[in-house]
C-alpha cells in the first residue's frame, strides 16, 4: 500500500510542475488551515494585514526565495495560480452569509437578527 501511494507521488512530481503542485498544495492544505472559521468572526484592518504578510511568506518560501530577492509579490501569485488571502476570506464570508439567510426564520441563528437588548441602541 505505501509503496502504492509513494509511485503515485513520484508520478504525479514528474508529470506537474513544482510550483503548480505546490500551488495546488498551499491552496488545498495551507490557505484553508489559515481561514478556518474566519467567516464567523470580525477581522481589523491590522489582522487583514498580518494575515497577507504570512501567507506572502509561505509563498515566498515555497518558492525557494526570500525578501532579498526583490521579486514582486504578483510574481509569487502569478507562478503559483493563487489569489489574494482577503479575496479568498470575502468569498468564504459570501458563502457563510447565503447559507444563514437560507435558514428559516426559527433557527437561532436567525432569531438573533431580530434580537432586541434593553438599555442597548
Known amino acids: 500500500m505505501v509503496g502504492e501511494v509513494e509511485s503515485n ?46 501567507e506572502m511568506r509561505m509563498l515566498r518560501w515555497t518558492c525557494g526565495k526570500t525578501m532579498l530577492d526583490m521579486i514582486p509579490n504578483s510574481v509569487f501569485r502569478k507562478n503559483l495560480k493563487v489569489r489574494s488571502i482577503i479575496d479568498k476570506l470575502r468569498e468564504e464570508r459570501l458563502r457563510w452569509f447565503g447559507h444563514v439567510r437560507r435558514r428559516p426564520l426559527t433557527a437561532p441563528v436567525r432569531r438573533v437578527e431580530a434580537l432586541t437588548v434593553d438599555g442597548v441602541y
Open 9 to 54: 507521488y513520484r508520478s504525479l512530481m514528474r508529470q506537474e510542475d513544482p510550483l503548480k503542485l505546490k500551488g495546488k498544495f498551499f491552496k488545498v492544505a495551507i490557505r484553508h488551515a489559515m481561514l478556518y472559521g474566519l467567516e464567523c468572526w470580525p477581522l481589523t484592518k491590522a489582522q487583514g494585514r498580518r494575515m497577507e504578510v504570512a
